[in-house]
Structure formats: C-alpha cells, structure tokens
C-alpha cells in the first residue's frame, strides 16, 4: 500500500528531576548535599532511510514517545538519560509542523536527519546549590519539559525522470521494459494507482531512476480521475518524458491528448510544467506507415518526437541516451 502523506505527534521525553540528598555516613559528621542531577530526556529525530519508500508505517500509529530521563540520586549519581527516539522515513520526506504550517525539513537525502523534538534538560541536584550561607540546601530544580508538536510528513519520491501521459500512453510497460520494476499493466485505463520508481541501468557506470505517475485526464486539477494526487512525486524530477499513444483506444486524438496533459501539469505547478521535457510517441509497432507519426509531428512542429515501443523496445535505447546527455547537461 502506497502512503504518501501523514499526520502525527510526537513527544520529546521530559527531563529527569534533581534529587535532594544528605550525605549521611559513619564518621563523617555533617556530610552536607549530594543530591544529583537527573539526566536528558531523549529528543525524536527523523532520519531518511533508503529502505523505506513509503509513509505507510505512520497510518496506524499517530503517537511517538521518547523516553523521559531519570531522576537523580543521592551520593550525587545522576540518572540515566532517555534513549532518542529515530524514526526512519523514506527520502524525499518533507517534514512540516502542522500547526505552524512550517517547513521544518526536507530530508532529501539518504542519511539526511533532522531533530524534530528536543527532550527536556535534567535538573540539577541540590549539591549545586550549596552556599557560605546555604550549606543544607532543602530543594533541587525540577527537570524541563520535552518538546511536543504536530506533525504532517509529506512524500515526494526522488526520480531523475518522470513518466507522463494520458490513462494507457504505456508508461508501465516502458517502466518494465528498461527497468526491473514491474508495476501493473492491462488494458484498461487507471491500471496504476500508484506511483512507481524503477532504476534503468545503462551500462556499469550510468543509472537513472525514473517515475511513473498515475495516467492524467482533463479535469484532474478538479479531481478527475486519479486528480492531481501524485504529481508532487514529479515536482523534483529533473526531466519529464511526456509519453503519447499514437493510437489512443477511445480514438481521441495524441496532440490534442498532449495539451490536455500539458494544461494540468500548468495548471499543478508553473516550475513543474517549465522542466525540461522529452516527447516520447509509444506504440510505433502498431504503425503500418509513418503517417500517424508524420501527422503527430505536424501538429506539434516545435517538439522532437522519439518514435518508441514499449513492448518491443524498438526505439527506446536511443531515448534512454537522450534522457541521460540531457541530464548530464543539467548537472
């Protein structure tokens, strides 16, 4: 099951009390404070981790407890702090204080933490306190509170190049052909509910994660079919493969099929729609001629058009080098 969005709180642990303590031992008269310090409650830090790849583990737990620190003892021994508290995410996690509606971190990056709260400080014990005109000291600070927030995480899948098209373009059957990831294909329209990320090897040296989204139709930003529910996981895509049926089952028209997908992608994000983008006509193995082809190029004179076949890999070698010079000259 695919998540990409969550709601949780979580709760630093408190920090442990000072202790009040009198040394009290056999000749040894007047021993004075020894109370010690309570140790830190431990803080909650979210790290990204390349083993997961969605948010589906926060969807039946909304509450995340670190553990408060321990009080201190006499003989001035402090007690023990609590354990942080690491929960992992999948990268590309956005990590927002939901009542603030603050971004507090985008964990980008495998590794990548960030410390989104911090326990409370231990107090100290009363042998702090001890003074020329105190030197029995009867109190010791309390330990502070840990922090507690709200949080919403927000997944966008990290992708070199992003898949998109009409409902049935092929998408999924171009992801299986040049990647080992095998998202579900049929003949019907919306067969992928899910985005999908597969990783196309081209040679020992050069790889390139790539992104289908879920087919758009007319209306999405409206929430027509799927809606606009998965274009975020494009948003930090450098490169957008815009992939056209020239042979559309409903007999609808691939340039015009072309605009309407271009209109939502505007219509999502501006930037999103001003990546750099990659026209791709699939389904050449149908063609008898090139005329359904020549006619595509006509109608969209200022776009190179690859002609491509998912299912037979006919032209789609020489699409992936396209993809992976343009990304070089983008790094």
Not at 161 to 188: F, Q
Not at 192 to 215: F, N
């Amino acid at each position: 099951m695919f998540v990409d969005e969550a709601v949780i709180h979580v709760k630093a642990g408190d920090g442990g009390d000072g202790c009040v303590s009198f040394r009290r031992e056999k000749y040894v008269p007047k021993g004075g404070p020894d109370g010690g310090d309570g140790g830190d409650g431990g803080s909650i830090i979210l790290v990204a981790d390349v083993n997961k790849d969605t948010l589906l583990d926060f969807s039946g737990k909304h509450h995340w407890r670190a553990q408060r620190g321990q009080s201190g003892m006499g003989k001035k021994m402090a007690g023990s702090s609590g354990d942080d508290l690491i929960i992992q995410v999948p990268p590309g996690t956005l990590v927002f204080d939901a009542e603030l509606q603050l971004l507090l971190a985008d964990l980008d990056a495998p590794e990548k933490r960030v410390v989104v709260a911090k326990g409370g400080k231990g107090g100290r014990g009363n042998w702090h306190f001890k003074s020329s005109r105190n030197q029995a000291p009867r109190y010791a600070e309390p330990g502070t509170e840990g922090q507690e927030r709200r949080l919403r995480l927000e997944l966008k899948l990290i992708a070199d190049i992003g898949l998109v098209g009409m409902p049935n373009a092929g998408k999924s059957t171009l992801l299986r052909a040049i990647s080992a990831a095998r998202p579900k294909v049929a003949e019907y329209p919306f067969t992928t509910l899910d985005p999908q990320l597969g990783i196309v090897q081209l040679d020992s040296d050069r790889r390139m994660v790539v992104a289908d989204i879920p087919g758009l139709i007319e209306g999405a930003q409206h929430g027509a079919g799927l809606g606009h529910a998965f274009l975020r996981h494009i948003e930090r895509t450098k490169i957008i493969v815009h992939l056209l049926d020239l042979f559309p089952m409903d007999g609808s028209d691939p340039a015009q099929n072309y605009h309407k997908v271009r209109r939502e992608l505007e219509a999502f994000s501006p930037a999103l729609a001003q990546k750099p983008e990659v026209v791709a006509a699939n389904k050449i193995d149908l063609a008898v001629d090139d005329t359904a082809l020549d006619h595509l190029r006509q109608q969209l004179p200022d776009k190179r058009i690859d002609a491509i076949s998912g299912a037979t890999h006919r032209g789609v070698e020489q699409l992936l080098e396209t993809l992976w010079r343009i990304l070089q000259e983008i790094k």
